[in-house]
DNA sequence: TTTAATATAGTTGTAGAACAACTTTCCCTT
DNA sequence: AAGGGAAAGTTGTTCTACAACTATATTAAA
């Protein structure tokens, strides 16, 4: 069970980028050249870069060359939103990675969280408490969104912070709507505060406890409320 | 800035296949076909299927056709993985992601593991003890790996699964090489032992407590490692 | 009739040449 | 030295041909 020819090339030049022979910016030789060094025709190349600029790997410009990009995640963003349509995502995996991430980062924010960051987590802490005030729940799932993501920047491990971003996008529609039709959320505001205190106290393993908590009940809730929600329809 | 004939000919297919006229499992009409639909070359055509594969919407097998693949979670990775890849993320971030990952991964696999999940857990163990009694490093890093990806299968999560497949193949290399430099890699055995009979037990917490204690050890260890190496450049 | 092997047609993979569309480079004019 | 324009270089698209693989239909044997 070979891989295609096609296929090939696209891992040989995918691992020379992933290994870093090829940077971000670098502009790759001329589909010609490539040609003769893999010994294709030039289809069979060109099937392997269409799938690496797919991918986002790559950029091509007509006339001027194929270029290896430097990606933020936000451009994968914008594929995941068609994606999206085509599947309703597994709510509950998805949250079972966002937690053991942010319980993690919640971890190494406790080590390193400097005044500025504290105070912009209190800030946004109280924005999530004038948000529930008010009822708004849309407002408010995007504020206590913010506020987990402060944490993951705070834990200055920049994969965790990329995928939390990602991550977040996905889940939040569908936690507006989860809490739009639970009417409150009492508890996020208890754990919210005693994690953000946790951090501002440096202490790793609390910080790390409660956010793991936190999180566990929340994915209980939302548990409770599909279940009920299949017994309805029933 | 028109886009390109392929590019427009995905759009359409693409479009076909999110508002549901085509959906999984559906058969694609052959390129002859769809050529002369979009009055566009056999090339150009194929531009746009491979691209549509590539994102994970479609599978060609040759000889038999092109047919619309069920989205599931694993499609949202293709997205993660250039985020995570071209962030030049360092060893010890990817690391400690790693730790995240799998230690929610092993609270999942206590709850989950069946009789035979264990059976498999225990012989990949086993088969970790004759690495290191043999002092084959290379192959006990391979095997090191074996073991926590069996965790990560065994909690039931496909993204959680995916992702350290991701992030075990990013890793390997490195670790291959610590381990061979340290020479010795006697704390694995005991963690991967308890580890291995909390989950047997069904013991979540313990798990997860271990795995975490695991591998912030094993960070520690390279954070040692990698400081050496500097000072002796110096 | 059923089954298995085989031939046939259909479909995707790869190759190569040619030209169109676009960019970059270099040279010439001013 | 600066600007304009020709020339060379590079990617996009088309076309033809064949190889590699699959699915279907036909035929022969049980």
Redesign the interface.
């Known amino acids: 069970m070979a891989a295609?020819l096609s296929e090939q090339v696209y891992e040989k030049l995918f691992d020379m980028?992933?290994q870093?022979e090829l940077r971000?910016g670098d502009r790759l030789p001329p589909e010609k050249t490539l040609c003769e060094m893999y010994s294709v025709s030039r289809?069979t190349l060109?099937?392997a870069l269409?799938?690496l600029s797919?991918?986002?790997?790559t950029e091509t410009r007509?006339g001027g060359g194929t270029f290896v990009?430097?990606?933020d995640?936000n451009v994968?963003l914008n594929?995941?939103v068609?994606?999206l349509?085509?599947?309703n995502?597994?709510l509950l995996?998805?949250m079972?990675?966002r937690?053991?991430?942010e319980?993690?980062?919640a971890r190494?924010a406790a080590v390193n969280a400097s005044e500025e960051d504290t105070a912009k987590l209190r800030t946004t802490y109280e924005e999530c408490g004038r948000q529930a005030a008010k009822m708004d729940m849309y407002a408010l799932a995007a504020a206590n969104t913010r506020f987990h993501a402060i944490i993951s920047e705070i834990s200055g491990?920049?994969?965790?912070e990329?995928?939390m971003r990602?991550i977040n996008r996905?889940i939040l529609p569908e936690m507006q709507d989860f809490l739009a039709r639970q009417g409150e959320d009492i508890d996020s505001n208890y754990y919210h505060r005693i994690i953000m205190e946790s951090i501002e106290r440096h202490k790793p393993d609390e910080a790390a406890f409660f956010m793991d908590k936190h999180l566990a009940l929340l994915i209980d809730r939302v548990k409770q409320y599909i279940s009920a929600e299949k017994e309805k329809q029933e």
């Open positions: 295609s980028i992933v870093k971000p289809n060109r099937a269409n799938k797919a991918l986002g790997f007509q990009k430097a990606v995640s994968y594929f995941f068609p994606a349509l085509t599947h995502p597994d995996e998805l079972q990675l937690k053991a991430i319980t993690e980062a190494s491990n920049r994969m965790l990329t995928l990602i996905m």
